[in-house]
């Protein structure tokens, strides 16, 4: 467990789930300024002059560690772990990245949005913030479509190849884009992959 010091400027933004902070006694502009001066230097301010925050992270819960090389195993892992969790609900869809590492394990999943029943938002920074902050080797993108259907609209093909341009310049590339449908469908799910325009 690591514990780290960091000014509220520099509070990681979205991409830790649970924090717990305290304050840390902050020293004032003159109590800074003599510490400072005490050990030979001449203080500049800056912002980091202001409050300080203690900040410790804490495993909410493990994901499991599945490989995702094929759409099935992607489409086992969102029942196992996506479903199941109390923030889902299959009224709306949700657009999930599985972040993956060279072995193509599942290393964590990111809700990247929320939406309505026929559609959600979706942007390459979104996708790959908490990629590049879990230094992904590659990922894979689900969303479900409530109604049960997964062919995928045109607004999914659109997506597909923006993020699939976004990983090719960040060097994370993306594994598949998997539509989710219903599972007693004749198709429960559309792979990108398979279909091959990944």
Not at 56 to 75: A, F, G, M, Q, Y
Not at 109 to 138: K, Q, W
Not at 140 to 158: E, F, K, L
């Amino acid at each position: 467990m690591k514990t780290d010091l960091f000014s509220e400027a520099d509070l990681p933004f979205n991409l830790i789930t649970e924090t717990i902070t305290a304050p840390v006694k902050a020293l004032s502009p003159q109590e800074t300024a003599d510490a400072v001066r005490a050990g030979g230097y001449e203080h500049t301010p800056s912002m980091f002059d202001g409050p300080c925050y203690e900040v410790k992270i804490n495993c909410v819960r493990e994901c499991p560690c599945i490989i995702c090389d094929t759409p099935i195993k992607s489409l086992d892992y969102w029942e196992s772990s996506i479903t199941t969790a109390p923030w889902f609900s299959s009224e709306r869809e949700q657009i999930i990245v599985l972040i993956l590492d060279a072995k193509l394990r599942t290393v964590a999943h990111s809700i990247v949005s929320v939406g309505t029943l026929s559609e959600c938002m979706c942007h390459p920074r979104d996708v790959f913030r908490p990629a590049i902050a879990l230094n992904a080797y590659s990922i894979v993108i689900m969303h479900n479509h409530p109604s049960g259907d997964a062919t995928p609209s045109a607004a999914d093909y659109r997506v597909t190849r923006s993020l699939k341009d976004a990983g090719q310049m960040l060097q994370i590339p993306l594994t598949d884009h998997i539509v989710v449908g219903s599972r007693t469908d004749k198709n429960p799910y559309y792979s990108f992959k398979e279909a091959g325009q990944i």
